[in-house]
């Protein structure tokens, strides 16, 4: 992606989302949006994170606590129900993690160089006593 | 009247597109961002957003790159709410010739402001919008400090709290003056609708904000923000350090109707003691000691009175 320069720029600095029209951007998802090369959607911040999220659809009762608390808008939604965690935006707060509801809980924090399967295999069990 | 957003259960919120991006430069763990996508999938509606110098503003705009999908524009640190209001003029004007493109589609006015910019140095701009009756909502993230700038105390920053400005150390416990009662000042204004909001309550966030969207003429939000740089707390604690707030009653939940009719929304079924808040939170580490442990009592004491007040108000529709 070339970025344009300082002095290309419009002028007042208007910087569009999309590429083209977009009519209801409010009934648009994410990956049906012409993001620009402005949007901060096509943008990375995940060197920013030292652990990560891994979510185990296992344990997962879809209350989308997860999703209403995250601030990165890194916990996707679709259909009401959890599909993942978006690893681009993702800067490894862990708020997913504490609002978690589920024993054991269906989103952990693993250092980045964690292998997603092998720590799904070796998931905690239940915690009895926090029962 | 565009038909409100239905939003039932938390389900049915999940279903929102979101229209707030990641890969901002908020710290991780921000409570500005929360707010934000809380506020902006309340409703489906066109929305014009301003923001004024702040966090908010400095990470979500950062050249090239914009984290916002709707109509956002930024002119100074005191006039977000002025920004927008002259867009809402402008809307106004236009509908009134009948020279919109698309009359059929209701905009919302919103303008979002940290709490040095609209307790501080936004605060006549602020007055004004809501003295001249114009058809906005500004919502206020209060993090009780001038974060951007490296945590200089703002007039929302509470008793004993360090700041970069009012540090606490040999001869301070931190800033000396309480907190400013922006909710009452604005009520005082008789605008249609006056809230108190914070994060990790989404359900009574959502509703105060249709709410907001739903009355003509002004609306004033004040939402808790924690932030975890300069209240020093670990960036996954922040919802229950919102938790703490809301349940210790240091911010209580409710709203004013036209200036007099007060409803206390959120009830906490346990009420939590301030000193819980308190400890959970570094700035208020120095309290701790000996000779600064009166000023808990004294802040115990506060939030009572006021919880008090806040009731006997709701009794009386005063």
């Given amino acids: ?131 | 009247m565009s038909e409100m957003k239905k939003i039932k259960n938390l389900k049915e919120f999940s279903t929102s597109a979101d229209r707030f991006e990641g890969a901002n430069l908020l710290c991780p763990g921000c409570a500005h961002s929360i707010i934000v996508r809380e506020v902006l999938n309340a409703t489906n509606d066109d929305l014009i957003l301003s923001a004024s110098t702040g966090c908010l503003e400095v990470c979500t705009a950062v050249y090239p790159y914009t984290s916002w999908d709707a109509s956002w524009i930024h002119i100074g640190f005191e006039n977000s709410s002025t920004a927008v209001a002259g867009a809402e003029s402008m809307y106004k004007a236009l509908k009134k010739k009948g020279r919109l493109k698309q009359p059929d589609r209701n905009p919302k006015f919103v303008s979002f402001a940290g709490d040095g910019a609209s307790y501080d140095i936004g605060f006549q701009w602020i007055s004004g919008c809501m003295e001249r009756g114009h058809n906005i909502m500004h919502i206020v993230l209060d993090n009780e400090v001038y974060a951007n700038t490296g945590g200089q105390r703002s007039s929302s920053t509470p008793i004993g709290s360090s700041a970069t400005t009012s540090p606490a150390g040999r001869v301070s416990y931190g800033e000396k003056r309480n907190k400013k009662d922006i909710v009452s000042i604005m009520a005082a204004h008789n605008i249609p609708y006056v809230a108190q909001v914070a994060p990790n309550k989404w359900k009574d966030m959502v509703k105060k904000i249709q709410h907001g969207f739903a009355v003509e003429g002004p609306v004033f939000i004040n939402a808790v923000s924690p932030c975890t740089t300069e209240w020093k707390f670990d960036p996954k604690d922040t919802m229950n350090i919102a938790d703490l707030a809301t349940d210790s009653l240091v911010f209580p939940l409710y709203e004013i109707i036209d200036g007099h009719e007060l409803n206390i929304t959120y009830r906490p079924k346990n009420i939590v003691p301030v000193e819980e808040y308190l400890a959970a939170q570094g700035r208020f580490k120095h309290l701790f000691k000996d000779e600064y442990k009166y000023l808990i009592k004294e802040w115990q004491e506060r939030v009572d009175e006021k919880w008090a007040y806040l009731q006997r108000r709701e009794e009386a529709r005063v």
Wanted: charge should be negative; charged fraction near 30%.
């Fill in chain 1, 1 to 131: 992606m070339a970025k344009k320069g300082w002095d290309e720029f419009e002028i007042g600095a208007m910087l569009r989302t999309f590429d083209g029209k977009i009519d209801d951007i409010a009934a648009t998802r994410q990956e049906d949006r012409a993001y620009s090369q402005n949007s901060s959607y096509t943008a990375s911040v995940a060197d920013w994170r030292l652990i990560k999220p891994i979510f185990n659809k296992d344990y997962c009762i879809d209350c989308q606590f997860c999703w209403v608390y995250c601030p990165d808008v890194s916990i996707i939604s679709r259909d009401k129900k959890l599909i993942g965690v978006d690893m681009d935006h993702c800067k490894g707060c862990g708020i997913c993690v504490e609002v978690c509801p589920t024993n054991p809980k269906s989103l952990l924090m693993f250092p980045e160089q964690a292998d997603e399967e092998t720590e799904i295999a070796s998931w905690p069990k239940k915690d009895e006593e926090e029962a």
